[in-house]
């Protein structure tokens, strides 16, 4: 691969390189402790760089939506999918534990890294703020 070659967006199965982060602690199922290890910091920024993700969403300089979409953080699926096995099937794992943990009338606002809202008749919108009761 060149210099200049950027690999596809590692949430599809492809032939991208397989990264290895060990998980820290027993028990912390997807830990990997990043702060205290410069060189595994490196290394992730360096896979990382190999691949072209989709920028940021646009949310601020285009009219606000009719409806609250649900935000899928794709940039952050896409993130741990190249960062390796160990870390490819934490967004999927975190999804189906709000599914199963969440109130199901919960408003999801963003599915990973997990996001969500109580029901709107337990919002409370003023004109500066939303008060939460």
Do not use: C
């Not at 028990?27 to 920024?45: L, S």
């Not at 896979?47 to 072209?52: D, E, H, N, R």
């Amino acid at each position: 691969m060149g210099s200049n070659e950027r690999l596809d967006i590692p949430l599809r199965e492809s032939n991208h390189p397989q990264a290895y982060f060990p998980e820290e602690e027993k028990g912390w199922h997807g830990y990997i402790e990043w702060e205290k290890y410069p060189e595994k910091q490196a290394k992730a920024a360096e896979i990382l760089a190999q691949y072209s993700f989709l920028g940021p969403p646009e949310f601020q300089m285009v009219p606000i939506p009719d409806t609250n979409p649900r935000l899928e953080g794709v940039r952050w699926k896409q993130y741990h999918a190249a960062l390796g096995s160990t870390l490819k099937d934490l967004p999927q794992e975190s999804w189906d534990i709000v599914k199963k943990e969440k109130a199901e009338d919960m408003i999801h606002v963003l599915d990973f890294p997990y996001n969500g809202e109580p029901p709107r008749v337990l919002l409370y919108i003023s004109n500066k703020s939303f008060i939460r009761y």
